[in-house]
């Protein structure tokens, strides 16, 4: 059962991955060394399938959680 599981989160993983257009050795190279965006991606994707959110669901939250992180002048990676 615990291989049926992981195997649902690792499919649950590579299709938000592929939909955000990242590749799973990249996402995984960076996450190892802690980049901040791949930790802030796997926190977002790890509570969502928590709370049992479909990959869609998950999808439509990431893309509006990420529009406000990045607009969000105080918060972006990115500051002009």
Do not use: G, V
């Not at 299709?15 to 791949?38: G, R, V, W």
């Not at 959110?53 to 990115?78: C, G, H, P, W």
């Amino acid at each position: 059962m615990e291989a049926y599981l992981q195997h649902h989160k690792h499919l649950y993983f590579a299709t938000i991955l592929k939909a955000l257009h990242f590749k799973m050795d990249a996402y995984m190279y960076n996450l190892a060394y802690n980049s901040p965006y791949e930790l802030l991606l796997y926190n977002w994707i790890t509570k969502l399938y928590r709370k049992k959110k479909t990959s869609n669901e998950a999808l439509q939250l990431i893309y509006k959680a990420r529009n406000i992180l990045l607009l969000n002048s105080k918060n972006s990676f990115i500051n002009f």
